[in-house]
Structure formats: structure tokens, C-alpha cells
């Protein structure tokens, strides 16, 4: 995606991407040419949270999803790799500061 409009950042393995109050955009999936690719995006702190996002490329392609007005997470964004993932890249903007 030229010119995102949102904070990236690459995920390279299974983890708790954004904290809480964080808003999802979508990502871009890139798979190895070893296989089909997945990702599952969750709400939540581990895999068990509420999926939000899915992506599935064949061998060698790519999968890219983007929310415009994106999604505020209640827990956090947590990613998992499946297998043959080349690469991930999160859209994503980042946790509010809350003033007291």
C-alpha cells in the first residue's frame, strides 16, 4: 500500500502487536513460495480473543485488507502466523493516552 495513511510495523512472529485501545486497519500477507499462508488477527491478549481479521495467500502471492475507518480493539491486537509466511505488516493506529 503506497502512501498509508496508518502506523505499520512488520510481524515476524505470533505476539501481542498493539495494546489496548489500539485501532486495526488490516495488514498485508506475502507467502513463501512453499505454500498457502494464513493469519488470523484477534482482539485480545492471545489467540483465544475475537478474530477480526483473516488472511490467505496461495504460494508465492499476497493477501491485503485495509479498514478505512478501522476498529478499536478492547483488549489488544494479537497476531498469529500460520505457515509459509514470508511477511506480515500490521495497520494499525496506535493506543490513546488517556489525560487525568
Known amino acids: ?9 512488520g510481524v515476524p512472529a505470533d505476539k501481542l ?3 489496548r485501545g ?6 498485508l500477507l506475502l507467502a513463501t513460495s512453499g ?6 488477527v484477534y482482539d485480545g491478549l492471545s489467540a483465544a480473543g475475537e478474530l ?3 488472511f490467505s ?3 508465492s502471492a499476497h493477501d491485503e ?9 478492547r483488549e489488544g491486537i494479537y497476531v498469529d502466523l500460520g505457515s509459509n509466511v514470508s511477511a ?5 493506529d496506535p493506543p490513546t493516552v488517556e489525560e487525568s
Open 1 to 9: 500500500m503506497a502512501d498509508c495513511p496508518f502506523a505499520h510495523v
Open 17 to 19: 502487536a498493539v495494546k
Open 22 to 27: 489500539g485501532v486495526y486497519h488490516g495488514g
Open 35 to 40: 505454500g498457502t499462508a494464513t493469519v488470523a
Open 52 to 54: 477480526i481479521g483473516y
Open 57 to 59: 495467500a496461495a504460494a
Open 65 to 73: 485488507a485495509v479498514l478505512e475507518k478501522g476498529l478499536t480493539v
Open 88 to 92: 506480515f505488516t500490521l495497520y494499525y
